[in-house]
């Protein structure tokens, strides 16, 4: 079964430096996804990407973070400056389409800001 | 009011079981229902889709409730690896695709 995948499984930054979080949707998939689950809260939704570009992003989504697809494969979320509230799990996830189908997550990026 | 809300539990259960959980949604224009299964630390990962006209599984039956604004699930026969965290997520309608996540269900399934 086609999985997405992401890496790393573990990054551990300091506080006021940049990341990079790798994933790769599932081939056939045209919307991906990017959430954070703080250790003990819910799933959040950071960002919507298709066709090259952000459908959709929520509030946490500010100009610290950005999404790029910079070839077929891969989807990245970049953090800027992150501060120690960065710290969470962040999930990728892709769907065939956007509305009423189910998406599929990645096993996720634990991101640890010293 | 919370968008999409469950209670957190935990529900212990023995094995053998039939428990069920609901979960309540506040955008009475909300297209699309799934619930999800959360381990540990872990990535969420589909149960299944809820249609209007409910959806078994196997073990696991989902039915939604248009008119109450919740969605249920039931699992029969409960075994020790049904023990996880449900996610009821619900996709809303009118142009935007934010899906929103409850927080969750624990079920704990003992011998």
């Known amino acids: 079964e086609p999985e997405v995948t992401q890496t790393p499984s573990h990054q551990v930054t300091q506080m006021g430096q940049e990341v990079i979080l790798r994933c790769v949707p599932i081939s056939n998939h045209l919307y991906f996804y990017w959430y954070r689950q703080i250790l003990g809260q819910k799933v959040e939704f950071l960002v919507s990407?298709?066709?090259?570009?952000?459908?959709?992003k929520s509030e946490i989504f500010d100009d610290q973070f950005s999404v790029e697809r910079p070839d077929g494969s891969n989807f990245t979320l970049k953090i800027r400056s992150t501060k120690l509230e960065d710290s969470a799990m962040y999930f990728c996830?892709?769907?065939?389409?956007?509305?009423?189908?189910?998406?599929?997550f990645g096993d996720g990026t634990r991101l640890s800001i010293l | 009011r919370k968008e999409v809300e469950q209670d957190p539990g935990p529900f212990n259960v023995p094995e053998g079981a039939t428990v069920a959980f609901n979960c309540t949604y506040s955008?009475?224009?909300?297209?699309?229902f799934f619930w999800y299964r959360q381990d540990c630390r872990k990535e969420p990962k589909l149960l299944m889709s809820v249609y209007s006209s409910g959806n078994e599984d196997g073990r696991f039956t989902a039915q939604l409730n248009r008119a109450s604004q919740y969605i249920s699930l039931l699992i029969r026969d409960s075994k020790l690896s049904d023990s996880a965290t449900y996610l009821c997520v619900v996709n809303p309608s009118g142009g935007s695709y934010i899906p929103t996540f409850g927080r969750g269900t624990s079920l704990i399934v003992h011998p």
């Open positions: 990407f298709y066709n090259n570009e952000i459908s959709e």
């Open positions: 955008n009475s224009a909300s297209q699309s």
């Open positions: 996830a892709s769907s065939e389409v956007a509305a009423n189908q189910p998406q599929h």
